[in-house]
Each structure stands twice: as structure tokens, then as C-alpha cells.
């Protein structure tokens, strides 16, 4: 322990309590369902969408999980994720565009209803439900705007990862703490 007792090495890693993460899972359940819905079997799109929305749920999973021994890796792996979603965004958005389906304009009341309902739900055992009862444009208009909503959080997170990091450095900096004060309190024992 340093003398503000602080862990030396403090755990984290708890990356189911992070509403970033919550997020992602909605997104990757409604895109696993959307695929195979309304895709057909055999189209390499499915396998991609489920993917690049696997991708970021897991990346905010390992990246969390890496936090304890390498902020570096946390920042990159959180970025993957982001990276990730902007790929499923272009394939929702094809989606709509190819069929000459809508993509709600941002104003719209049903764009405003959709966000004031994602903002509010991040059980994917909701949105599970939900999807079975609604369009593929609907499916993937909500689709879009979580995954809005997740970039926006994404971003946040992102920037709190590099002001932490600049602020209290990795772990090579809390080593070199801990070593210090521990030889600051044992001198001449």
C-alpha cells in the first residue's frame, strides 16, 4: 500500500458495470438478430456486422480487463472497439441506402422518440424483445442511434483514459511510487 492507502497495483477491470459496455452489448444483440433476420444466409455481410459489433463489446472487455497493468493497451483496445462501431455504422446505414429504406433525419420525432428510449435502456434483454416486434428500417434506425450514442460515450471515455494517464501515469510510475515511499518509510529500520 503507498501512504494514501492506495493498492499498490489497484484492481479494475470491471467492465460489466460501465454503461459503455451495456451499450455495446445492446448493439451487439440487436445487430446479431438484425443479420440473420434480414439478411440473406450466405451474404459475407452477416458474419461482418456481427463481427465489427463483437468486436467493440470486446474490446471494451479486454481493454477494461488490460487496465490494471497497461493503460496503453487499455487506450488502444477501447479505440479498436470505437473503430469498430463506425465500420457496423456504414453497414446499417448501406443497409437503408441499397433498399431505399430511411435513415430518420436526426430531428425527426421518431429519431427523438428512439434516443429518449436508448438513452434510457441498457439491458439487451430489452432491446431483444423490442426488435422482434418492429421493421428491418426500424431495427436498424435503432441500431444507428445506439451505436451514436455509443460513439459519443466512446469518445468521453477515450479522453478520460488519456487525462488519467497524464495525470497518474501507468504502471512503470506507480512502481517507481510505491518502490520510493516504501524506502522513504523502511530507511534505518
Known amino acids: 500500500m503507498t501512504n494514501d492507502n492506495r493498492p499498490f497495483i489497484p ?13 455495446a452489448e445492446c448493439i451487439y444483440d440487436i445487430t446479431f438478430y438484425f443479420a440473420h433476420k434480414y439478411l440473406e444466409k450466405g451474404d459475407r455481410t452477416i458474419d461482418q456486422m456481427v463481427q465489427a459489433a463483437r468486436s467493440c463489446k470486446q474490446n471494451i472487455a479486454e481493454g477494461s480487463a488490460a487496465s490494471t497493468t497497461s493503460k496503453e493497451t487499455e487506450l ?8 469498430s462501431l463506425q465500420e457496423l455504422l456504414a453497414d446499417y446505414e448501406d443497409y437503408l441506402r441499397v433498399r431505399e429504406l430511411t435513415l430518420w433525419e436526426l430531428n425527426s420525432a421518431k429519431a427523438a422518440r428512439t434516443r429518449a428510449v436508448c438513452t434510457k435502456h441498457n439491458d439487451s434483454a430489452y432491446y431483444r424483445e423490442a426488435v422482434k ?26 479522453d478520460r483514459l488519456k487525462r488519467d494517464f497524464m495525470e497518474n501515469g501507468g504502471l ?13 518509510r523502511n530507511r534505518g529500520k
Request: hydrophobic share 40%; glycine share 4%.
Open 11 to 23: 484492481q479494475r477491470g470491471n467492465y460489466r458495470n460501465l454503461i459503455v459496455y451495456q451499450k
Open 76 to 83: 488502444k483496445l477501447t479505440n479498436v472497439g470505437r473503430a
Open 133 to 158: 416486434l418492429r421493421s428491418d428500417e426500424t431495427v436498424a434506425n435503432i441500431a444507428i442511434t445506439l451505436i451514436h450514442q455509443t460513439d459519443a460515450m466512446l469518445r468521453k471515455f477515450i
Open 172 to 184: 512503470r510510475e506507480e512502481m517507481y511510487r510505491a518502490r520510493t515511499e516504501w524506502l522513504r
